[in-house]
């Protein structure tokens, strides 16, 4: 053991893992126990997000038909039929229930729990406790959202975005409105408690020798996305307080008012704090993926990351720009033109940054002895959607063109494809990777691929079918887009749309069923602890899945997280990667010099 | 930071040769500095979310065609004025806390926090006693945005310094039993300090510009 490991040693002693049930699997401060208390709230809520959604596309597919199977039993007043309320309400929970209480937990609660102290090499998060309060306030936060679904108007209808007046008493003065914003802020403060504990865990407790530069890219991801969690999140924090305030207290922040002596609220000013947060917001949930990318393509393709510090600078540059576009959202609120071509240009200028990460995937790929399992084709599919999500992403981007595009459905093709697509293939990518890890076991390969295709040509369909219809006119969130002449011819590409996405959605079950056959059947064998034949310290150090404490000694860190194909290492053990923490028989002169790349 | 202040919480399990670890020297010692960090992430973090307030009040306040409106009610400047030095004043003993701790002396860092809880409590009633008075003379929440602002941005500072408030006094009660933990109330003094600072900002903007 050297010193340095000594220091660490004595910085986070071993303790006996607890032995009630209550402290192992439900109040327990294990960073796994609590990455996949994440995991399953979170996809519990993506299946409802999900078929929230098909709600959503039944209605734009088969206006004022009686919806199939689920209308009889949670549509029965009206007949089974959808209403204008209802619709309102569904495609606001939809939205807010997927970004904050499906992809968030997934891949940030789960993967970063999960994921930071097993790859930097430390025996549990820096705040073991406060991580379990995260998790505990995340789930009273999911309780306030079902509540807000029992409430006497139902539940909150005022838009994902919650724009008010439609957000204040004026527009919603059901309790289900309130219960949400409040639902927001309390997952707003689970947020910011899980940021804190990821910025510190990653500053103060990675291995002796696991350099900044020698990170998996993964954590990078992670960082920065927590990073940007605890700046921007209490924002969105401020935003929500206060319309809690016009609500309840007859505050008048966002209200309009009519006194000319006094002036009122300002609606607007509700956009900029949301924006503001929401703007980060789309890379808080899209750099975990960039970060999952970079490793598990360079991991299939067996090839050491391409320009990892160009990856690694680019991501943050990516970070340091997206606290500088907000106002990109607001172009069609009578913003200065000054201002909104400054936005203009910095959003734009995160194409650069966005591009050397994407060309470096690729340029990872390119020549690789590639291995097409499952985790791959989503590392390589998430790159798809992503680029398709980015390149329309230009357009929005653009002033001139926003005009037209703003609030049809092509913005929502557009952010569906890097925010859903993207993310959910990035989250699927990790899942597939990090599940033996989590489990034990490997999810069955036949069922995953198969799963994979679905997604893929799924979202692809589904966003692009919005895409297009969007480039054509229709407005998003209308309840009926063909009361209007010039989208009626617009029916058919919405009913394809909606079959698809009933597609995709039935698709998604396949994955349930691996999920738990994998978990709860017999037939899986154990993967062992490194079935991807991989180098980062989770696969390489440690069993799977890993005993309470993580590591029986804390890793000394040697080289880089992408030691693929090196030569001098096939030569001394027959393999085609080394560990980061692997001493390589005779002496390990070999990895030093690699250590650097 | 030299290699000779190896010594620390743990010092005993530390090899001998650990000077000659340049590259790790700033390497965790004990979970005091990985608190420290975290707790300046945390004010860091929770610092936007006062910017995010103060960025609305002055939203609100640009888009104001008078401000104050002329039938509000003028807002008292001494009693908040003397407010800020009873904060500062409680931040000192604080600060005050934290040093006589350092130095072991029990005593001193009990009388300290005392004082400091006190001047925290007297802080509340004060400002409690200034809302009473505008409340009368008419100034209510659902009064516009200027008392909207008043209200709100004051209310929840208050609400923080409720919680540190019941911090220093628990904090206080534990150094007259025996002493608590000194990262605790250290980092809790931080915590003290930025809602002192806070104050001050309220201060600035709300009663005096």
Redesign the interface.
Known sequence: MTPAQALMEAAQPIHAPPTSFWRRYVFSIDHKVIARQFLWAGLLFLLFGGALAMLIRWQWGFPYRPVPLVGGLFLRGSGGLIGPAVYQQLFTTHGLIMIFFAVTPVLIGCFGNLLIPLMIGARDMAFPRLNMYSFWTFLLSQLLVLASFFTALGTAGAGWTTYPPLSTNVGMPGLGQTLMVAAIFVTGASSTMGAVNYVTTVIRLRAPGMTYMRLPLTIWGLWLTAILTALFVPVLGSAALLLLLDREFGTQFFLPAASAVRGGGDPILWQHLFWIFGHPEVYILILPAWGILGDVISFFARKPHHWYRGTVWAMIVVTVLSAMVYGHHMFLTGMSPLLGEGFMLFTLLISAPSMVVVLNWVLTVWKGSVRLDTPMLFALGTAFVFGVGGLTGLFLGDVSMDLYLHDTMFVVGHFHFTMAAASFMGAMTGLYFWFPKMFGRRLDERLGKAHFWFTLIGLTLVFGGQLLAGYAGQQRRLFDPFQYTFIQGLRGLNRWTSYFAFALFAGQFLFVANFFRTVFGRRAAPSGPNPWEVTTLEWSATSSPPPFHNFDRIPEVVRGPHEFSNPEVRRLTGRDYAGQAEVLPGGGEPAAAAGKG | MSGATQQGG?GE???A??Y??AR?RR?????E??AR??MA??L??????????F??YA??RA????WP???APPLPRLLPGLNTLVMAGSSAAVARAVRAQDLGRAAGAAAALGIAAGLGAAFVALQGFVWTGLWRQGLV??G??????F??LTA?HALHVLVGLAALGWFAVRARAGGSGRTDVRLWGWYWHFVGVVWAALYATLYLA
């Not at chain 2, 516009?144 to 602002?149: E, F, L």
């Open positions: 743990h399990q530390v090899p040769p650990v000659g670890l790790y390497r965790p010692r004990g979970a500095r990985t960090v975290g992430v945390f860091g973090s929770w610092a936007m979310l006062f910017v995010g307030l960025f609305a939203a609100v888009r104001a065609p008078v409106p002329l039938d929440p659902s516009g945005t200027y008392a909207s602002v209200y709100a929840f």
